[in-house]
T-cell receptor
Framework: SAVISQKPSRDICQRGTSLTIQCQVD?????MFWYRQQPGQSLTLIAT?????????ESGFVIDKFPISRPNLTFSTLTVSNMSPEDSSIYLC???????????FGPGTRLLVL | GNSVTQMEGPVTLSEEAFLTINCTYT??????LFWYVQYPGEGLQLLLK?????DKGSNKGFEATYRKETTSFHLEKGSVQVSDSAVYFC?????????????FGQGTILTVHP
């Protein structure tokens, strides 16, 4: 299984600011995923980060709000832009195993927007 | 796409009690099925999985059997411990062309008292 780290582990931010979350994997992977987990809720997929191409966003999520970078096969960033209290969530990155079904998750970034 | 309905909670049990968390799914074909666990303050960990009908996944005393007749994948444990207190998510691949994406249930909060 992949070992995934995220930075920061948590942060408290003021509304209107932006935060960039980093995700590092210990092996090369083609696809990385970014999920959001709002308080008391399940996980919702934000986007798929593809190396060498634009990220693919799910319905309800846009690039201007959640820009994603994928500079190489082991690293990705997600930026939460122009934050509001509604963006307070846990943000998780994940990678699939070789079969493409089992997902391995990072420890998450806990974001509180005041 | 595929979908999953999970018994919500919260569930509160005494130590050594029997645990069942219900999960039913709707899917095209027979995808793999997963249970993930999220301990307080942590990311998601794969708890167990089953890849085909009648398979039983097991780990840490937890079990779940892939029942295609009832389209279910209920999570069970014969004797829970305080350390099992966590949020449990049932999941399956999103389906269609959604390589690597998972669809999650709503999550069940389990609290085990001494």
């Amino acid at each position: 299984s992949a070992v995934i780290s995220q930075k920061p582990s948590r942060d408290i931010c003021q509304r209107g600011t932006s935060l960039t979350i980093q995700c590092q994997v210990d092996s090369q992977v083609t696809m990385m995923f970014w999920y959001r987990q709002q308080p008391g809720q399940s996980l919702t997929l934000i986007a798929t980060a593809n190396q060498g191409s634009e990220a693919t966003y799910e319905s309800g999520f846009v690039i201007d709000k959640f820009p994603i970078s994928r500079p190489n096969l082991t690293f990705s960033t997600l930026t939460v832009s122009n934050m509001s209290p509604e963006d307070s969530s846990i943000y998780l990155c994940s990678v699939p195993d070789r079969g493409g079904e089992t997902q391995y998750f990072g420890p998450g970034t806990r974001l509180l927007v005041l | 796409g595929n979908s999953v309905t999970q018994m919500e909670g919260p569930v509160t049990l005494s130590e050594e009690a029997f645990l069942t968390i219900n999960c039913t799914y709707t899917a095209t074909g027979y995808p793999s099925l997963f249970w993930y666990v999220q301990y307080p303050g942590e990311g998601l960990q794969l708890l167990l999985k089953a890849t085909k009908a009648d398979d039983k996944g097991s780990n840490k005393g937890f079990e779940a059997t892939y029942r295609k007749e009832t389209t279910s994948f209920h999570l069970e444990k014969g004797s829970v411990q305080v350390s099992d207190s966590a949020v449990y998510f049932c999941a399956l691949p999103a389906g269609g062309t959604s390589y690597g994406k998972l669809t999650f249930g709503q999550g069940t909060i389990l609290t085990v008292h001494p």
